[in-house]
């Protein structure tokens, strides 16, 4: 009997979060992403011979391994060990913003996302046999892990993106400055954050990441409650993270709102396209693999 | 500009609500945690001016709104002519009396009255509350009604035969619309505005209730051909009934019309036949014979040609016909009195009887009157003034309170007012007594005297009806004896009176005497209606013969005819009328017509439009508030989440 399971990449967070802990669901999501494809182009394919394993529909025929199905009377396609070519960092915001969610529990809070969007692409990264490393930052570096390869490194990652906590402000710029000082080696960035920082200072220290001849993708996190306004009427609204309130009627500013995160995003494309930075807009509803596809966009690019 | 519901302007308090919350609401709102603060602040500082603008273009269309549905709950009425007026209290007077029967060219004038009379009910709203009077029927009950109702009721209605009393309805719709207590009031007077609806001269009138209720008369309608001709009395036997078996005249005298339009035809028809037919010139009359009858009741009627006004063309009659009466003598009535019955009795016209017989006894000096109680009886003062306490003591005995005094006045006196069917004007009296009685005793004076002192009285208090005269039936006492007029008034005391005399025809709308005993009284359309005999019959709407029953026995039959006043064509002018009903408006042409009634309008209702009106601005309220960041959102690339 045939029973047919929804592919975990395709579902909502909502529904993901109920899945498991960050290992478990980035792994669900992971295959399932991959499965989805109809080949595995990231999957090395070197000389040096690796593992064996079972094939799965949109594998290359040529890397059958017809001895096996002699013996076996199943198919299996030879995988190999690609030569490690490329070193991603991955840089986390943890400011308290990435702590909220407009409507919990039903929607998980940014920082849940970036958790697992990160873990998501760091096993996506190893399995391709890169390096990953990860910095969580707020007004300064508050976690970092140097990129290495290898299932160890995947478990220390997991370990310690579970172990994130959103407080703090976010002074991005300090942090991405301080992080560009010590990425020495070219590699791909990959920044999850709110983007609730000073625009400017960060555009530039992203510019300046994309100076130091690194490549850039950054996952601009939104949630769907920052889009629209909540239904109040009037409401004092505060920010978490400097305790800033401002009143507003929000039936007078619904549309200039909307109209303003509009512009923001916008400001952020065009300022960001231009040089070269991968700029993606996530929308913390949806599912992960709408993130990982445009991670695989820019990794076809990168070669 | 006014309202007719100004206790609804409160509502517009109402506006204090937006301004509260502009002012104050925002204050106390909740705490949002919101980390995308810096967009709203961004939005703030972008669009400060333009969010303050449509905050206060919000308040003054939230504000406006209110003002508006107080408005419309407050009816404004804005200046100017319109249909809306307050809660009003109307009166239609319908003059539906015999002459707006009248027809002129192609409609009868109650059509022509009925369409004023709804033309001036046009702007009526059913807030308004409406009685119409029938001019015609004085007695029909005033109901209030609404303007649908009074509609079909003035469509019903039909000439009524009657005089119309416009004065009597004038001060009742006054009343009405006095007393109904309302916001407005006024009286519609539609009639055709005939004298024979006024008192004939102005008089002044106390200042009654509802004297300032204004009243707008209809005076549109031609004039028309006023030489109305109709048939002014029919009448049979100069006045005496019909004795059975022999014959009799009815003299038919009409007037009005053109004399110098020729001889009009005259037919008579009793029992339903034609017993007979003259060619009659207005202003003049004719005699038809009339009978043999036997004894019982004749009915008929006399008509001529029928002209324009049809309802006067016609006139009833219904009488006794008796065999002739007896006559008997309980004393010395003198050689006149003697001479006078042996006139009589050689005519046919009596009989002369014992006093236990007879139908009629004369009682010289009150001779005898208790002997037969039952017989109408005739009380001749004596010449001899000694023997009045002997005449007061048989009256009293006879259970009368009316007596004989000596001390009347002396010397001569001629006739003032005679009610005897005879002409007694040459009549003088040298001799007299003063017949009185206590106050409210039962009696009428028939003639009395230039010096004002009654002659002849009849009296009904007794077992049977009496007539008392006031001076000894000789040449001493007046000249009577020896006038033209002796047999005659002694042929209508035995014949006329002693008979019970020929009823005077009642008018149509007036009030019919029954005979004491009726329980029932059929009218000329055959309706039968429950009466008591002790009361009269005022609803004669209808001229023609009443039939009066006891059970199933016929007692009595009664002509009610139209009356003569309303075939007199005459209406009044502007000045005359105003000297009878007061101050009024008087129009005459329908434009001034739909004007004048309902002279509390106050312009045009605005409810519709203020209602409409709010409707568009919170419509506009809704589309101000959901606007803004569209037209901005559409001129910039939006990125797309992945």
């Known amino acids: ?303 | 500009m006014s309202f007719l519901s100004p206790w609804f302007l409160l509502a517009a308090t109402a506006v204090a609500v937006p301004l509260a919350l502009h002012l104050f609401h925002r204050h106390e709102s909740r705490r949002v945690v919101f980390p995308a603060l810096r967009y709203l602040l961004r939005t703030e500082k972008e669009h400060a001016r333009r969010i303050r603008l449509r905050q206060l273009l919000l308040l003054l269309l939230r504000c406006a709104v209110v003002v508006l549905l107080a408005l419309a709950g407050a009816r404004l009425v804005v200046s100017g002519r319109g249909a809306a007026h307050p809660p009003t209290a109307v009166v239609v007077i319908l003059d539906n009396s015999l002459s707006s029967g009248r027809v002129l060219g192609e409609d009868r004038v109650l059509d022509r009255l009925k369409a004023a009379a709804l033309d001036g009910l046009a702007a009526a709203t059913p807030e308004d509350r409406v009685w119409v009077l029938r001019a015609g029927e004085p007695w029909d009950v005033a109901v209030p009604a609404t303007p649908d109702e009074a509609r079909v009721r003035i469509r019903t209605t039909e000439p009524s035969g009657a005089r119309g009393d416009l004065q009597s309805a004038v001060r009742r719709a006054r009343q009405l619309v006095a007393d109904a207590d309302m916001a407005a009031g006024e009286v519609h007077l539609v009639s055709d505005l005939q004298a024979s609806g006024f008192d004939p001269t102005p008089r002044e009138t106390p200042e009654a209730e509802g004297a300032d209720v204004p009243v707008v008369v209809w005076a549109g309608l031609e004039a028309g051909p006023a030489d109305n001709r109709y048939l002014l009395e029919a009448e049979i036997g100069g006045g005496l009934p019909p004795l059975a078996n022999r014959r009799t005249e009815i003299a038919v005298t009409l007037a009005g019309g053109d004399p110098q339009g020729g001889e009009v035809p005259v037919r008579l028809f009793v029992d339903g036949r034609v017993r007979g037919a003259a060619a009659v010139v207005p202003g003049a009359a004719a005699v038809l014979p009339v009978g043999p009858f036997p004894p019982g009741w004749v009915e008929g009627y006399v008509e001529a040609d029928p002209d324009a006004l049809r309802d006067d063309d016609r006139r009833w009659f219904a009488v006794p016909v008796r065999p002739p009466p007896t006559v008997a003598l309980s004393g010395d009535a003198g050689v006149f009195v003697s001479s006078a019955l042996d006139v009589l009795t050689d005519a046919g016209r009596a009989r002369v009887g014992s006093p236990a017989s007879a139908d009629v006894l004369l009682a010289p000096a009150g001779a005898g009157l208790d002997a037969v109680p039952d017989a109408r009886r005739v009380v001749l003062a004596p010449a001899d003034p000694s023997l009045l306490p002997a005449v007061n003591r048989r009256l009293a005995d006879a259970g009368l309170d009316w007596r004989l005094r000596a001390d009347a006045g002396g010397g001569e006196a001629g006739i003032a007012e005679s009610a005897v069917p005879v002409e007694l004007d040459a009549v003088r009296v040298r001799q007299r007594y003063l017949l009185e009685a206590p106050a409210g005793t039962p009696g009428t004076v028939l003639v009395r005297l230039s010096d004002g002192t009654p002659w002849i009285v009849a009296v009904n208090g007794g077992r049977a009806p009496l007539l008392l005269v006031g001076s000894p039936l000789d040449d001493q006492a007046s000249s009577l004896p020896v006038d033209a007029a002796m047999v005659p008034l002694v042929e209508w005391i035995v014949t006329g009176w002693g008979a019970g005399g020929v009823r005077a025809p009642t008018q149509v709308g007036g009030a019919l005497p029954l005979p004491s005993a009726a329980t029932e009284v059929e009218t000329p359309d055959g309706t039968r209606l429950p009466v008591d005999g002790s009361l009269e019959l005022r609803t004669t709407r209808l001229a023609g013969i009443y039939r009066a029953f006891r059970g199933d026995s016929l007692l009595e039959l009664l002509a009610v005819n139209p009356p003569v006043s309303e075939s007199m064509l005459a209406a009044l002018t502007e000045d005359e009328a105003e000297a009878r009903l007061g101050e009024m408006a008087w129009v005459d042409n329908p434009d001034r017509w739909s004007r004048e009634t309902f002279t509390r309008r106050q312009g045009y209702e605005s409810w519709r439009i203020l209602l409409a009106l709010a409707l568009v601005l919170l419509l506009l309220e809704t589309w101000v508030a959901a606007s803004g960041g569209q037209r901005r959102s559409s001129a910039t690339p939006v990125p797309s989440p992945s």
């Open chain 1, 1 to 303: 009997m045939v029973r047919s399971r929804r592919r975990p990449d395709l579902m909502d967070p909502s529904t993901l979060a109920q899945l498991g802990g960050v290992e478990l669901v980035a792994r669900e999501v992971v295959e399932g992403f991959l499965m989805g494809l109809h080949r595995s182009p990231h999957r090395g394919f070197s000389a040096e011979f690796a593992e064996l394993r079972m094939y799965q529909p949109g594998d290359d025929l040529r890397y059958i391994d017809w001895r096996m199905y002699g013996r076996s009377d199943r198919f299996y396609v030879k995988q190999f060990e690609e030569e490690t070519n490329l070193r991603a960092y991955l840089l986390v915001d943890v400011s308290a913003s990435m702590g909220w969610s407009s409507d919990p529990p039903a929607l998980p809070t940014k920082l849940w996302y970036a958790r697992h969007l990160a873990a998501a692409l760091s096993l996506i990264l190893l399995r391709q046999g890169d390096t990953v490393g990860l910095s969580a930052f707020h007004d300064e570096v508050v976690d970092r892990l140097p990129p290495r390869g290898g299932r160890r490194q995947w478990h220390e990652l997991v370990r310690r993106l579970s172990g994130l906590e959103a407080t703090g402000g976010t002074q991005a710029q300090t942090a991405l400055r301080e992080l560009a000082v010590r990425l020495r080696r070219r590699g791909l960035v990959i920044l999850l954050s709110d983007l609730l920082v000073d625009p400017e200072q960060t555009r530039t220290a992203l510019r300046f990441l994309r100076h130091r001849g690194h490549e850039v993708l950054v996952f601009h996190l939104l949630d769907p409650g920052e889009r629209e306004l909540p239904a109040a009427a009037d409401a004092r609204f505060v920010d978490p993270e400097t305790d800033a309130e401002l009143q507003v009627s929000v039936a007078d500013v619904r549309s200039e709102y909307r109209a303003a995160v509009t512009d923001a995003l916008a400001e952020w494309e065009r300022s960001l396209r231009p040089h070269g930075i991968d700029y993606e807009v996530v929308d913390t509803g949806r599912p992960l693999s709408l993130a990982l596809r445009a991670y695989l966009r820019k990794r076809e690019r990168l070669g």
